[in-house]
């Protein structure tokens, strides 16, 4: 519940830009049954306004709510992922991503160093029992223009808005507090041979 009100309390201008974004695209559907019946007559309309504004602010109230709810259970489910052993092993820090946005959900995500290079780690699709784990390392691909071109084709990397891995993962697979780090050496190792350049990220940033 504290979580929950601390998501409320910070979020808090979102939410409110959220209802009235809401209303206003929901008031003026609250007319059809009387436009529908009375056409577009002003006295009927003007009559109407007040259950208006009444059921669309009451919809729009609900659509937040569960809008709150959902992004609170979202990060329930990843906090529980990122406590198992694998990703404790790795001690990275945690961000959060999505703040002040009424388009994009609230998300974690975990960012650390290995060895020579920084890497983010996010959950895709935390509820399900089998889910993702999108690794992506911090690397400067404008200095090698082959090196997307060649992690893609050999190493079955995938270009969305950044270029990474996915791996399939459950909960159980998780136990094992080696499988991420190992798997994250053998990247590093990988990326030093083909010479990647990290980018510039002040480690005392990630503190904060």
């Not at 009100?5 to 201008?13: K, T």
């Not at 990703?87 to 160093?113: A, P, Q, W």
């Not at 290995?114 to 911090?138: A, Q, S, T």
Request: proline share 3%.
């Amino acid at each position: 519940m504290k979580d929950l009100l601390n998501i409320i309390i910070a979020e808090r201008q979102t939410l409110l830009r959220g209802l009235t974004i809401s209303f206003l695209l929901i008031f003026p559907f609250t007319f059809l049954p009387t436009i529908i019946n009375n056409g577009w007559a002003l006295q009927p309309i003007i009559q109407r306004a007040p259950y208006s504004s009444l059921y669309a602010f009451g919809f729009s109230l609900i659509v937040v709510i569960a809008s709150v709810l959902h992004n609170y259970n979202n990060l329930v489910d990843r906090k529980r992922i990122f406590d198992k052993p694998a990703f404790k092993k790795l001690d990275f820090y945690g961000r959060l991503c999505g703040m002040g946005s009424i388009v994009n959900e609230l998300e974690t995500f975990l960012l650390g160093k290995v060895d020579k290079y920084y890497y983010r780690l996010n959950i895709i699709d935390p509820d399900l029992k089998k889910f993702k784990v999108e690794i992506i390392p911090l690397i400067d691909f404008t200095k090698n223009e082959n090196l997307k071109v060649i992690l893609k084709k050999e190493y079955n990397f995938r270009e969305d808005l950044l270029v990474g891995q996915l791996i399939n993962l459950t909960e159980q697979d998780l136990e094992n507090e080696n499988l991420l780090l190992d798997r994250l050496l053998i990247l590093d190792k990988i990326l030093t041979e083909l010479r990647a350049v990290s980018l510039d990220i002040n480690e005392y940033d990630l503190d904060e």
